[in-house]
């Protein structure tokens, strides 16, 4: 009985899904496909899928989110510059955290969590914002490092990812805890990807 709910309760939610959400969810899937990848046009496609997927926040009244949503707006052209920098210039290449760097992740997640926290606590009608903060401050996270092409993005992402799955179910967006569990297998071989290219880069500048 309880699987056949689960069933009726995702049919139902992909019925509902309109045409600009699922327009939003494909530029985001496209998004996290070209990143694992190593592809710069994942910057452009994530661009589209945050603009409709804030137009629809902000339609059904979700307006904390919509201003989170521009946190990733911000991130994603600041990627798409420093990934590719000046056009005579080689793209920034793979690499791993400095202890500065694990520093200003660790910043990002935490106080970031906790600032988080106090404003869906203190102004918004949320129920979880414990959990919905940590969610949001963890990719805060790896939106940055994704930025700068570190290899520990997908971690973060994937830590993300990981506590939005149950979060999406328990708020019964089906479809969308779904497609964050797709999204978390993409990420563990994107991570899996981006390791083998920053390896092989290794080996080729000590030959």
């Given amino acids: 009985m309880q699987l056949d709910h689960l069933i009726t309760l995702f ?3 992909v019925k509902q899904t309109s045409l600009l959400e699922w327009a939003s969810v494909l530029f985001s899937v496209a998004e996290v496909l070209l990143a694992k990848v190593n592809n710069v046009l994942l910057y452009p496609a994530g661009i589209i899928g945050i603009l409709l997927g804030t137009y629809i926040l902000l339609d059904v009244g979700l307006y904390a989110e919509s201003i989170l949503n521009g946190y990733y707006l911000v991130m994603s052209i600041y990627g798409w510059w420093y990934w590719i920098k000046k056009r005579n210039e080689p793209p920034v290449k793979i690499s791993t955290n400095t202890q500065r760097e694990w520093i200003i992740t660790l910043l990002i997640v935490f106080v970031g969590w906790g ?16 959990w919905d903060a940590w969610v949001s401050s963890t990719a805060w996270a790896g939106m940055w490092l994704l930025a700068r092409r570190k290899l520990e993005n997908w971690v ?17 967006l089906v479809m969308f805890s779904a497609l964050t569990a797709f999204l978390f297998v993409v990420a563990i071989f994107g991570f899996i990807e981006w390791r083998g290219i920053l390896k092989k880069e290794k080996v080729a500048a000590q030959s």
């Avoid at 404003?119 to 414990?130: E, G, I, Q, R, Y």
């Avoid at 973060?156 to 019964?172: R, T």
């Fill in 11 to 13: 049919k139902e939610q």
């Fill in 115 to 130: 600032i988080l926290y106090i404003l869906l606590k203190n102004f918004t009608d949320s129920t979880v914002p414990v």
């Fill in 156 to 172: 973060l992402l994937n830590v993300s990812n990981l506590f939005a799955i149950p979060l999406l179910w328990h708020k019964q």
